[in-house]
């Protein structure tokens, strides 16, 4: 575990950092190309199918040598070894962070304890496999005996984010008879819209929820209730084939009146921006079949291993944590930007942003104490190629420096060899215009490009499920890495509770706004006079 009063801003290579971020401006990437010729191999690294060239950034191998130093000087591995041995290394709440076992083999248990938990996520999923196969085959019927056709994913947040990822970034591999429609937003025409175009008799609803009491979830879920009332004259439309649960408190789903055996488990120590790893992934097993989702499982787990084993010099997530680091810490960027090369792969940011921002926007140390330095990068995004016509133009030629990372898949089955040769051609450009730049023609400064701008590139063999998980964990230890770094408990979410409560306070049935400030007022009483 951490030290009580470690802070990263003491440790020798921080302050060695220090000192040369004042001659990074100096650091001329391209020029480090040509000094050492084999600086793309020295630094880029296969693990899997997944292939990281991390040479267009700004660092020079003493800079490097202190970055690797500051993740030796940190609690990182004592950390890792505390995460992986189910500590409750979440410590405002007094959790353990298990999310790994999500996808653990029996054979990576290293005691009783461990052992148990690896078998009851085994059981968990082994529903996951009933219900998907059943639902895939046609064998699960609605209230006229009609096989589904549509499943609604009603939650948010964890419950909502990953596994509409995974969908779309596995099309691929889809049902091709079954759709996958994903509700999230307490926002009424989301759930009505969409609602309006199925049909109630093939239609089955999935609620995810981790406590069963999400207030926008069950907003939700209740107009999706009195939806099949009214089309199918069902009283308890929650109580019939059409309704399933996944949560961790089965009790509260089945007060709600859902069946307990349409109620999917998922353990308790599970972290909702964790979750697509379990019963909370049901709609990716029903997308893509179990035995995909199981290969999506095993990606993950091999990075699990290459973060446990792996020396920090040719481990993937500790190095892009890193990077990430050397940016926001000492040379003062503020964000970073995820571009993936793949259409399938739109959502790919969005998730990122809950993984990382939820994760590492703290303010506070694990010991308790104010933080002194930057935590938690601004990460934002787009595809590629339709950034390119958005806004690339601020990332070649405005103010600021936004480090980028370039992700695409090597092959695309579902693309065709001129399409995707265009694709990847393009990304490659972009990456090298980023670091190269180009001097303003004779009275033409507004075409000069300043370069040295610095990004990674990861390369998928291709968007496979197995990748796809490796992908994710990747991600997922990244996020780890720096809050280890910087002292911070990744793993809560204090941060939302402040707004849901005053959320609460202005939506109950005496709702008044004494207790607000004057715009706050101001403005709660002109929608009251315009509604």
């Known amino acids: 575990m951490t030290p009580k009063h470690y802070s990263p801003a003491s440790s020798p290579a921080w302050l ?20 050492h010729p084999q600086r793309a191999d020295q630094f880029s690294l296969h693990v899997g199918e997944l292939y990281l060239d991390f040479s267009k950034n700004l660092f020079d191998d003493s800079i490097w040598t202190e970055l690797l130093a500051l993740a030796e000087q940190s609690p990182l591995q004592s950390h890792r070894a505390a995460m992986f041995a189910g500590e409750a290394i979440n ?64 939650g948010i947040g964890g419950s909502d984010l990953g596994p509409k990822l995974a969908c779309a970034a596995l099309e691929e591999y889809a049902h091709p008879d079954i759709n996958l429609h994903f509700i999230s937003n307490v926002d009424g025409a989301e759930i009505l819209t969409t609602l309006n175009k199925l049909n109630p008799e093939t239609t089955l609803v999935a609620v995810a929820s981790k406590t069963f009491t999400t207030q926008e979830t069950l907003l939700n879920a209740k107009t999706a209730i009195n939806w099949f009332k009214h089309n199918l004259g069902l009283e308890q439309p929650q109580n019939s084939s059409h309704f399933v649960a996944l949560t961790a408190n089965p009790a509260n789903a089945m007060d709600y009146g859902i069946p307990k055996e349409q109620i999917l488990e998922f353990a308790e120590w599970v972290g909702g921006r964790y979750s ?83 994760s590492n926007g703290k303010a506070t140390s694990l010991s308790g104490d104010p933080i002194d330095h930057n935590t938690g990068a601004i990460l934002w995004g787009q595809t590629g190629t339709n950034g390119q016509h958005a806004f690339f133009q601020l990332l070649h030629q405005g103010t600021r420096t936004v480090p980028v990372d370039f992700i ?50 990861l390369l998928l063999k291709r968007l496979s499920p197995k990748n796809f998980g490796a992908l994710i964990a990747l991600y997922e230890h990244k996020v780890f890495v720096q809050g280890s770094i910087w002292n911070i408990n990744s793993f809560d979410q204090w941060g939302v509770e402040l707004g849901k409560k005053m959320a609460n306070e202005l939506l109950g049935e005496n709702a008044q706004t004494t207790g607000f400030d004057p715009s706050t007022q101001a403005l709660f009483a002109h929608i009251a006079k315009n509604s």
């Open 408 to 457: 695409a898949a090597i092959k695309d089955d579902l693309s065709n060899d001129e399409h995707h040769r265009v694709l990847l051609g393009n990304m490659l450009a972009q990456s090298s215009a980023l670091m190269a730049g180009q001097p303003a023609p004779e009275g033409q400064q507004h075409r000069y490009y300043p370069g040295n701008k610095p990004s990674n590139t």
């Open 91 to 154: 410590t405002t709440e007094n959790r353990a962070v298990l999310h790994a076992a999500l996808r653990a083999e029996p054979e990576d248990a290293n005691t009783e304890e461990e052992g148990k938990r690896i078998a009851q996520v085994k059981s968990q999923l082994q529903a996951v496999k009933q219900a998907s196969t059943k639902i895939r085959n046609g064998q699960w019927l609605g209230s006229s005996g009609k096989p589904i056709t549509d499943v609604v994913n009603i």
């Open 276 to 358: 697509l790893w379990s019963s909370i992934g049901l709609s990716i097993a029903i997308s893509i079949g179990f035995d995909q989702f199981e290969q999506m499982l095993a990606g993950a787990r091999d990075m699990d291993l290459h973060f446990q084993q792996a020396p920090f010099a040719s481990n993937m997530p500790v190095i892009l944590a890193l990077l990430g680091i050397w940016y926001s810490n000492f040379l003062n960027i503020e964000s970073t930007a995820v571009i993936p090369y793949c259409e399938r792969m739109l959502l790919l940011p969005s998730y990122l942003q809950q993984l990382d921002m939820e």
């Open 16 to 35: 060695a950092l220090q000192t040369a971020a004042n001659n990074a401006k100096n650091i001329n990437m391209a020029e480090l190309f040509v000094a």
